[in-house]
């Protein structure tokens, strides 16, 4: 399984950006996709999860400014992140949590797939 991450760039404050990720491989179901992000220094930190049924979390830092969706026909997830600060500089990673098979067409174990990480940079 695989995870392509992209729509990181430079930005001011106060911008806007949209970072996507496409889940491509063979895999049976999603549990939930999600970003995390990791600032030069910090420990990477949750962002933003959307689970399959539709269910939402953000961080506070993030709330009414960042919104998480996923597209489930095309397996990608997207943030749109509005009033940009620069605190929000930092590396963000897509997070796939899924299903393989298990026998025949079941559900088997689950696993976890992180992308390779996209630069966001916001210029106060």
């Known amino acids: 399984v695989q995870l392509q991450a992209s729509g990181g760039g430079l930005v001011q404050a106060g911008g806007s950006l949209q970072l996507t990720c496409s889940a491509s491989?063979?895999?049976?179901?999603?549990?939930?996709m999600a970003w995390y992000r990791q600032a030069p220094g910090k420990q990477r930190e949750l962002v933003a999860r959307?689970?399959?049924?539709?269910?939402?979390n953000y961080a506070a830092s993030v709330k009414e400014r960042f919104t998480i969706f996923r597209d489930s026909a095309k397996n990608t997830v997207n943030l749109s992140m509005n009033s940009l600060k620069p605190e929000d500089t930092a590396t963000y990673y897509c997070?796939?949590?899924?299903?393989?098979?298990?026998?025949?067409?079941?559900?088997?174990?689950?696993?976890?797939?992180w992308g390779q990480g996209t630069q966001v940079t916001v210029s106060s």
């Open positions: 959307v689970y399959t049924k539709g269910d939402t």
């Open positions: 491989g063979r895999f049976h179901s999603i549990n939930s």
């Open positions: 997070h796939l949590d899924a299903f393989d098979y298990g026998k025949g067409w079941s559900p088997g174990r689950s696993f976890v797939s």
